[in-house]
């Protein structure tokens, strides 16, 4: 093991035979222990010009000179200067001209990524995450394309799940998939879905459907897909139920969709404790649709009936206000009257207390829909939707790549230095941490108007006779550190709000309660391995698993090569024990069959048209 190390640790003595090979040996181990490099300064001879001194340093060495813009920018630069000392000192030794390590620091001041979840930092390629079947066009008839096309992802990922739905003459009507990192993410943040199905294939009469949500970073991650060919009751109680069935039976806690009558019966019968809401996206298109028309004569009636969706927070204040709306319309505005009835599934008085991390509308999935554009309600086979479809799948999860990634290499800007934002920074992804900072700053200006026992009323300082804030009712018990608030924001979106970080300030609690720290919008959301519903661990990208052990493989044996290489001698000794080693691989495993992961599973397929 130490041999191992030798190959790629730094340590004193240790020689390069150029400054180049230094520093391409230094990237090399901040790519395998997690770190990114910076390039030093160095040291010339006058006489010669030969460099006769070089530094190499972590990437957050030295501090970030002091920002000339206030503290009240939206939008900060993350701090990627830490002050750490990590560090490697190479000096000329001339009379073997080589290059010797002088100085090695391997303490950091900052958290480490080596080689999280298989993405080894310096050989992140994001292209590259794309998978080889994107490459090749599929070129045969859709019957046989879709068997090929899933064949082939089952082939790729032992975990992945397709259920078709077909009549009693053999022809499909639904089809569901899900591949390994669709069940991991679920798993993880499926607390809150989005069902959208305001996708269209004109050319195979097929409706497009995801199942969408928040991951750790607020970033789109997709749990499931469905292929429809028509949009009944029937349809939608299959398609929820075989998506369950992948995730073990596990129901979100909330989900939106459109407000199509046959998706709300089915998700009655299948998910019947399931919180469900309409997106808002939808009603405000439609409240344009059929009120835009009333907005004369200094009304806005689109307006008015915005603000019985997202401003009032009590009922009466939105029965009244809405009883108002209907006086300003025509008798025979029907729309009103269906809005009215489903009201507990839309309006934010009745939404408030509701789960929903923050996702009412489905400009959430706005980005993959914008992807898909140019293959939505056109005329292309179902084969092309499909590949440019998973292309835009792939690109969607190279975001989350560069998020983890930045997670040590960027920190986030605090704007107060306070021990609960350090904290808050150290525990929270960075959006999350915005949005925690947003309400502490909101805090800062707010005042405890009065106090009963446990029991504290908060406002806002008001601010030229006018604040948009909305006061709220505290119940805080010091002993047992828990609290609530009449805003729910906590009980909605995992986030404390400023009215009860301004308890806590009050009280001198200088943390956040442990109990109020949600865990999935922390950095390690995604620590625990997620075990499918065969009883296995679920690898979440089995061809980037496989890559990962090719390397793990190529990495033990190219440093032996590299040295074997300098004497005919050591080549042959190797030469012949590699041979002997590939000739007991063949005998005992060339026949077997090759997959990209370990499972035995096996899959059926039966695609008629």
Not at 16 to 35: H, L, P, Q, V
Not at 261 to 279: I, N, Q, W, Y
Not at 338 to 346: A, L, Q
């Amino acid at each position: 093991m130490e041999e191992q190390q030798d190959d790629f640790v730094p340590h004193l003595g240790k020689e390069y035979r150029t400054t180049d090979e230094a520093w391409s040996a230094w990237r090399d181990y901040g790519g395998r222990i997690g770190f990114r490099v910076r390039l030093g300064a160095g040291s010339k001879s006058k006489k010669d010009g030969v460099i006769t001194s070089k530094f190499f340093f972590c990437s957050c060495e030295g501090k970030r000179i002091p920002d000339k813009r206030d503290y009240f920018t939206k939008k900060p630069r993350p701090e990627t200067r830490t002050g750490c000392q990590a560090r490697l000192g190479i000096k000329l030794n001339r009379k073997i001209q080589k290059y010797k390590v002088v100085e090695f620091v391997s303490k950091h001041n900052h958290p480490l990524q080596p080689s999280k979840a298989g993405y080894s930092i310096p050989r992140i390629d994001h292209n590259n995450c794309l998978r080889d079947f994107q490459k090749q066009p599929m070129k045969y008839g859709s019957a046989i394309a879709m068997t090929k096309y899933f064949a082939k992802r089952a082939l790729e990922d032992p975990s992945f799940k397709l259920f078709e739905d077909t009549t009693e003459e053999g022809e499909i009507v639904n089809i569901v998939w899900m591949d390994a990192k669709m069940i991991v993410d679920y798993a993880r943040f499926g607390d809150v879905v989005k069902f959208d199905t305001t996708f269209g294939i004109n050319n195979d009469k097929l409706v497009f459907g995801v199942f969408v949500g928040f991951n750790h970073f607020r970033e789109i991650v997709i749990f499931g897909v469905a292929l429809m060919c028509d949009q009944t009751k029937e349809s939608f109680e299959w398609v929820f139920t075989k998506f369950l069935e992948v995730h073990g039976d596990k129901k979100p806690i909330t989900i939106f969709t459109n407000q199509h009558s046959a998706m709300g019966l089915a998700l009655e019968k299948v998910m019947p404790d399931t919180r469900h809401g309409f997106c808002t996206w939808h009603i405000e298109q439609n409240c344009v649709k059929h009120l835009s028309r009333y907005n004369k004569d200094g009304m806005n009636i689109t307006g008015d009936f915005n603000s019985c969706m997202y401003r009032y927070e009590e009922e009466k204040e939105f029965e009244d206000a809405f009883n108002a709306l209907k006086g300003n319309v025509d008798a025979i505005e029907t729309w009103l009257e269906i809005m009215y009835d489903s009201k507990e599934k839309w309006a934010h008085c009745f939404m408030k207390d509701a789960f929903t991390l923050g996702m009412r509308s489905t400009q959430a999935s706005e980005d993959i829909k914008s992807n898909l554009k140019a293959y939505i309600n056109c005329n292309v086979d179902i084969y092309r939707f499909l590949e440019h479809f998973d292309r835009v799948l792939y690109e969607n999860r190279d975001k989350e790549i560069k998020s983890e990634y930045n997670l040590t290499s960027k920190l986030p800007r605090l704007k107060l230095n306070v021990p609960i934002l350090r904290e808050a920074a150290k525990l929270y992804t960075p959006k999350v941490f915005e949005l925690f900072q947003a309400e502490f700053e909101l805090s800062g200006s707010a005042y405890i108007e009065c106090q009963e026992g446990n029991m504290y009323m908060v406002a806002m300082c008001e601010i030229e006779n006018e604040t948009p804030y909305k006061s709220g009712r505290v119940v805080w018990t010091r002993e047992d550190q828990t609290m609530s608030c009449s805003c729910k924001k906590f009980e909605r979106e995992g986030i404390l709000c400023w009215h009860a970080l301004k308890v806590l300030d009050r009280d001198d609690i200088k943390m956040i309660p442990p109990r109020y720290v949600f865990n999935r919008w922390t950095k390690a959301a995604k620590d625990v391995p997620v075990v499918g519903i065969e009883g296995r661990r679920v690898i979440e990208d089995p061809p980037l698993n496989v890559r990962n052990r090719n390397d793990d493989l190529v990495d033990i044996i190219t440093p032996i090569c590299g040295k074997a290489a300098q004497n005919e001698e050591q080549v042959q000794f190797l030469r012949n024990e590699l041979l002997a080693v590939r000739g007991k691989y063949e005998e005992k495993y060339e026949n077997l069959p090759r997959t990209s992961g370990d499972s035995d599973a096996t899959f059926e397929f039966n695609f008629t048209y």
